[in-house]
C-alpha cells in the first residue's frame, strides 16, 4: 500500500514528537533514540528521512529553541507540558528551517499533534506561541492570502 508523501510527512512528525518526548523524561543521546523508533514496525510507513532530519535538527538545539519559546510563551519552557514542548520546538524548527512548508501548515501540524497527545486545551496554547512565531519567522508570507497550497509541500 502506497501513502502519500503528506501522511508520510505527518506520520515522521508524530514518531518526531514521541522520540523528542522521550527524550524529555528519559534523556540519552538523540541517535540511540532515532534508533530505537526507526527500529519499530509502525516506522515503515513514516518518511524516514524527514523523522531523522527532524530530531537531528531539534535535539541538540533544545536550548536556542527554548530561548525563543521564552520570548514567545507566557510559560517559560521549562514549566511546560513535555508534550507541548516538544510539540513547539517542531513547530518552531519547521517555521524556521523549512521555508517550502506554508507557515499555516506548520501551525496546523503542530495543533493536531497537540490535540492528539496535549491536554485538553494544549492545542489553543499551542497556536497562539507558533503564531506568535510565524509573524516573526515568516513576515514575508504571514496573512497572505491562501493560495492553492501543494500536496506535496506537506
Known amino acids: 500500500m502506497k501513502i502519500s508523501v503528506h501522511r508520510a510527512r505527518s506520520l515522521a512528525r508524530r514518531l518526531a514528537l514521541q522520540a523528542l518526548y522521550q527524550l524529555q523524561i528519559n ?9 530505537q523508533f526507526a527500529e519499530d514496525p509502525e516506522a ?17 538545539n533544545r ?8 520570548s514567545l510563551s507566557e510559560i517559560p519552557p521549562l514549566e ?16 524556521e528551517l523549512h521555508p517550502e512548508l506554508p507557515y499555516r501548515v506548520a501551525i496546523d501540524e503542530a495543533v493536531h499533534l497537540t490535540k492528539q497527545f496535549g491536554a485538553t486545551d494544549g492545542h489553543k496554547f499551542v497556536n497562539a506561541v507558533l503564531d506568535r512565531a510565524a509573524k516573526e519567522l515568516r513576515a514575508d508570507e504571514y496573512g497572505k492570502p491562501v493560495g492553492n497550497l501543494e500536496k506535496d509541500t506537506l
Open 80 to 95: 511546560l507540558d513535555p508534550i507541548e514542548h516538544a510539540v513547539l520546538w517542531l513547530g518552531l524548527h519547521e517555521l
Open 63 to 70: 536550548e536556542a529553541l527554548d530561548v525563543r519559546l521564552g
Open 44 to 60: 515503515e510507513r513514516v518518511d524516514r528521512d524527514y523523522f531523522r532530519e527532524l530530531l537531528a535538527a531539534i535535539a541538540p
Open 27 to 35: 534523556p540519552r543521546s538523540w541517535e540511540d533514540t532515532h534508533r
